[in-house]
Nanobody, 128 residues
Framework: QVRLVESGGGSVQVGGSLRLSCAAS????????LAWFRQAPGKEREMVGGIDRDGSTSSPASVKGRFTISKDNSKNTLLLQMDRLKPEDTAMYYC??????????????????????RGQGTQVTVAS
């Protein structure tokens, strides 16, 4: 059974850092595409980082240079290092996973509905 469990969320001051983890079970993260999404109240859900099977990453302009997505194959875990946090980063953060080809990831990765598996989320609050 596939399971994704996020952790590491919390409250932090503007300019601070947090590191989110997503523990995966039931599949091997080295063979899957993975991503982090976030959703703030009243806003659209957006992808904030994606990583394909080969380890190539992508991220939107809103977080580029501040957020770093990576995976630890030995621990079967997806990570999101978030630095220089801003109040607008406040949201529920979710990890996702799906078996995929590189080409499909590029085309569909930003679409929440494309992902086969999703975690329950972890809340991040950035206080000004």
């Amino acid at each position: 059974q596939v399971r994704l469990v996020e952790s590491g969320g919390g409250s932090v001051q503007v300019g601070g850092s947090l590191r989110l983890s997503c523990a995966a079970s039931g599949f091997d993260v080295s063979n899957y595409c993975l991503a982090w999404f976030r959703q703030a109240p009243g806003k659209e859900r957006e992808m904030v980082g994606g990583i394909d099977r080969d380890g190539s990453t992508s991220s939107p302009a809103s977080v580029k240079g501040r957020f770093t997505i990576s995976k630890d194959n030995s621990k079967n875990t997806l990570l999101l290092q978030m630095d220089r946090l801003k109040p607008e980063d406040t949201a529920m953060y979710y990890c996702t996973a799906t078996a995929c080809l590189k080409s499909a990831f590029k085309k569909y990765g930003a679409d929440w509905s494309w992902w086969a598996y999703r975690g329950q989320g972890t809340q991040v609050t950035v206080a000004s």
